[in-house]
């Protein structure tokens, strides 16, 4: 599976543009900056498949990524579905920007009975902030389960993270839908993505 090349195959504006249930799907979610494209390109091993939300103004869309070669046609749908969901917390961003993520995101989370796994990406240097943890709040209404990978692991020192597993597994400890261990990556050094493609291929039905 993280063999192949992988395809963009969608970008979702509104729920009226899902592609029809089918597949396992496994989401990306992440502020604006934390690593999020660098994160799903080192996983696929293709480097400028999911571009950078650095852009402001970018159209908030729910970006499909599927291994190649699984058209859809002659019922051959693909094993899974990489959705990466647009970035979240600029600081300028206008409210009607944040309310139209929070519809189509909440839409989504609520709606898509085929979601497996939502990785919420959190930079190592900064841990959950305030407008990480309302997104865990909102994946907690949604019931859907998720995960935290700490991004740039390069960026904090071999001591430090240790204790900021912990301390985020400490954050996350009460809150119900997510899953308790913590991933810890850093995409410019190719580590712990193992894991999370291995997270992700247990998903594949
Ligand atoms: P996105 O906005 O969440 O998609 O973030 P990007 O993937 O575009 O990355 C934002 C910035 O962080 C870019 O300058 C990347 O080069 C840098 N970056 C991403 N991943 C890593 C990493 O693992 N280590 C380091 N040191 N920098 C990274």
Request: positive net charge.
């Amino acid at each position: 599976m993280f063999k192949r090349p992988w395809v963009f195959i969608r970008g979702v504006p509104s729920m009226n543009f899902l592609p029809p249930e089918g597949p396992p799907e496994v989401a990306f979610a992440g502020r604006s900056n934390v690593g999020k494209s660098s994160l799903i390109n080192a996983l696929l091993g293709q480097k400028g498949l999911a571009r950078t939300s650095n852009t402001p103004g970018r159209t908030q869309e729910l970006n499909y990524f599927v291994p190649d070669g699984y058209s859809g046609a002659e019922g051959e749908l693909p094993p899974i579905a990489l959705v990466d969901m647009p970035g979240y917390g600029y600081a300028k961003a206008p409210k009607e920007n944040v309310d139209a993520w929070t519809k189509l995101v909440f839409d989504y989370l609520r709606g898509r009975a085929t979601l497996k796994r939502v990785f919420v990406l959190i930079d190592s240097r900064h841990g959950i902030k305030k407008n990480d943890a309302e997104v865990l709040t909102l994946l907690d209404k949604a019931a859907v389960s998720y995960q935290i990978v700490l991004t740039k692991a390069d960026k904090i020192s071999a001591l430090a993270m240790p204790k900021l597993i912990e301390s985020t597994k400490e954050a996350i400890r009460k809150r119900p839908a997510a899953y308790p261990e913590i991933l810890a990556t850093s995409s410019e050094k190719s580590a712990g993505l193992g894991e999370v493609q291995a997270t992700i291929a247990s998903f594949v039905s």
